[in-house]
């Protein structure tokens, strides 16, 4: 079966102080690997797609990974704005009649 | 704002009564997804539509039934609504229906189910 495990369960940061969250996943086929961030009570905010091992996309503070068998979001130099949840998802043409498999998340916490 | 309009953002409503949400997708997404979120649950995965026909089935329950009309909104129906139906239900869509594509998310509907 498909999983998708991320850690730390959650994370508190000081501003300024670089981190990576993981993302491992057992997966025949990988379509895509997303990575969503999610504000408490509000929707999943799409963050990056990666396809292929080697990829990496960059946006602000944040950069997204991808091995083989997982993916690193990199957090550099945290701001307070940066606290959310950090959602991690497969798509696996074999995922069953799931179109996304998530992971549990990564609960960041960035203090000034 | 990801384009994706869900509507009520909020109900609270008895047990055993029949809640509609709604979903309105992206313009030009053909797709539209439902995934539901517990406070102690990662989003699980309800149903798929694509172009108006169901694509794929999650763990959604027998009480649940969704439908996604000829202009792409879509319906998601709650039925004898029992106390653990309180989640967060969220809607998404997609360009296209297959693995690869991007899947945005709308802001969700709070079910309070008391």
């Known amino acids: 079966e498909d999983q998708v495990t991320q850690s730390p369960e959650a994370l508190r940061l000081q501003e300024g102080e670089s981190s990576s969250l993981n993302c491992s996943y057992t997966?025949?086929?990988?379509?895509?690997l997303f990575w969503y961030r999610q504000d408490p009570g509000k929707g999943p905010e799409f963050l990056f797609t990666l396809y292929s091992a080697g990829e990496e996309k960059e946006k602000e503070r944040l950069k997204a990974t991808l091995t083989k068998k997982e993916s690193f979001l990199h957090i550099t130099a945290p701001k307070p704005e940066d606290s959310a949840t950090y959602l991690c998802?497969?798509?696996?043409?074999?995922?069953?009649?799931?179109?996304?498999?998530f992971g549990k998340g990564t609960r960041l916490s960035v203090i000034a | 704002d990801s384009g994706v309009t869900q509507t009520p953002k909020h109900l609270i409503t008895a047990t055993g009564q029949r809640v509609t949400l709604r979903c309105s997708p992206r313009?030009?997404?053909?797709?539209v997804y439902w995934y539901q979120q517990s406070l102690d649950q990662g989003l699980q995965f309800l149903i798929q539509y694509y172009n108006g026909e169901e694509r794929a089935k999650g763990n959604i329950l027998e009480r649940f039934s969704a439908q996604q009309f000829p202009d792409l909104h879509s319906e998601l129906n709650l039925s004898s609504l029992e106390l653990g139906d309180s989640a967060l239900y969220f809607c998404?869509?997609?360009?296209?229906?297959?693995?690869?594509?991007?899947?945005?998310f709308g802001e969700g509907s709070w079910l309070t189910v008391v």
């Open positions: 313009s030009g997404d053909l797709s």
């Open positions: 998802a497969v798509q696996a043409p074999n995922s069953g009649n799931t179109p996304l498999v």
């Open positions: 997966v025949s086929g990988l379509r895509g």
């Open positions: 998404a869509s997609s360009v296209g229906g297959t693995a690869g594509n991007t899947i945005y």
